[in-house]
């Protein structure tokens, strides 16, 4: 019998062989890529990490090559988190998945910064499960003879609830990167608000029609001027107003990257290092010097487009940039 069962797979191995048993392999590559596309989804296409990792024996704390990673004091009493080996896994894990995490948002802008980002974890933070916040330091003095501002540190505070949701990572760490450039409020949560619901498929942002929902402040200039800092509101938990800001910040930075190409914003990264103005500047860059790094990168002006929105710009080159700048200094 025995004999029988051999020589049966033995035919059915050859006509395996000479048919390619096309339908198990389709049936094989179907399941191959619907795995892909759930862990695309799930881990926004991350490749392995290779970095180096080093976790502290009581697995408090944990550095890698360009992060830190600090448990706070009330996670540590929750299910999960009061076992050294529990934290060892969790810290391996988590580590590895934010390298190639920021692997992947180097590729996407065409730089990184230069320090390292010092996370902590939470199960509370500032009174609520339900906000995330990065904050960039920054110090002031003299480097070739001029006087610039520069970073000093980078630090991610999450509540673990918000951590685990891989769109608010992506969110939090495009602010890590674009930090560094003093950029206004609003296309800085513009290109995390991208990120978040363009490469990491979340759901918080929502595409505006810029001109039918353009909102206005009481000087007649669009209310995104307005818009001075991070308040730990997300687009979902904000009010009417906060909820604007981010969906319309997200449908202009989204647009220019449709009208101008993919590497549209690594090409406006790569104007602002080259000539490292914003070290210069007294505060967060005007939006107008903004519109002069979307115009060179874009090849056509764009303070039309920014004028038909209401934002208050006018057309600047470098030399108006530089004398603005020597006139401060001046004062």
Same mark, same amino acid.
């Given at each position: ?26 049936? $094989? ?89 010092? #996370? !902590? ?12 916040? !990065? ?5 002031? /003095? ?5 006087? #610039? ?30 930090? +560094? ?14 990120? $978040? ?54 449908? @202009? ?12 914003? @690594?090409? #406006? ?9 914003? $070290? ?42 530089? $004398?603005? +700048?020597?006139?401060? /200094?001046?004062?």
């Amino acid at each position: 019998m025995k004999y029988r069962i051999a020589i049966l797979l033995h035919f059915i191995g050859v006509a395996c062989v000479l048919s390619g048993c096309t339908a198990l392999q389709e049936a $094989q590559e179907k399941r191959a890529a619907r795995l892909l596309e759930e862990r695309d989804a799930n881990s926004l296409m991350l490749a392995p990490s290779d970095a180096n990792i080093q976790i502290a024996p009581d697995a408090l704390y944990a550095e890698s090559d360009h992060y830190t990673l600090k448990f706070a004091a009330d996670l540590l009493e929750l299910e999960g988190f009061d076992e050294v080996t529990e934290r060892h896994t969790f810290a391996l894990s988590a580590l590895g998945y934010m390298e190639s995490l920021y692997d992947s948002m180097n590729d996407y802008f065409g730089f990184q910064p230069k320090h390292k980002i010092h #996370v !902590t974890l939470y199960d509370v933070y500032r009174g609520t499960r339900h906000a995330a916040t !990065t904050g960039t330091s920054y110090s002031h /003095g003299y480097r070739d003879g001029a006087y #610039v501002k520069f970073v000093t540190g980078i630090t991610m505070n999450f509540p673990l609830a918000m951590y685990e949701q891989s769109d608010v990572r992506a969110h939090e760490l495009t602010h890590a990167f674009t930090n +560094i450039y003093f950029l206004p409020t609003w296309f800085s949560e513009g290109l995390a608000g991208l990120i $978040q619901a363009e490469y990491a498929k979340g759901d918080s942002h929502r595409k505006l029609d810029l001109r039918g929902n353009l909102k206005m402040n009481l000087n007649g200039v669009n209310a995104l001027e307005d818009w001075q800092g991070h308040t730990g509101n997300s687009p979902l938990t904000g009010g009417p107003l906060t909820r604007w800001r981010y969906n319309y910040s997200y449908s @202009i930075v989204s647009k220019l990257r449709a009208d101008y190409g993919d590497d549209f914003y @690594i090409r #406006v990264f790569q104007l602002m290092e080259a000539d490292r103005l914003h $070290q210069k500047l007294p505060g967060k860059m005007k939006t107008s010097f903004l519109v002069y790094y979307f115009s060179k990168a874009a090849g056509v002006d764009l303070v039309p487009f920014f004028e038909e929105l209401q934002f208050n710009v006018k057309k600047l080159d470098e030399s108006d940039i530089l $004398q603005w +700048i020597a006139d401060l /200094g001046s004062h």
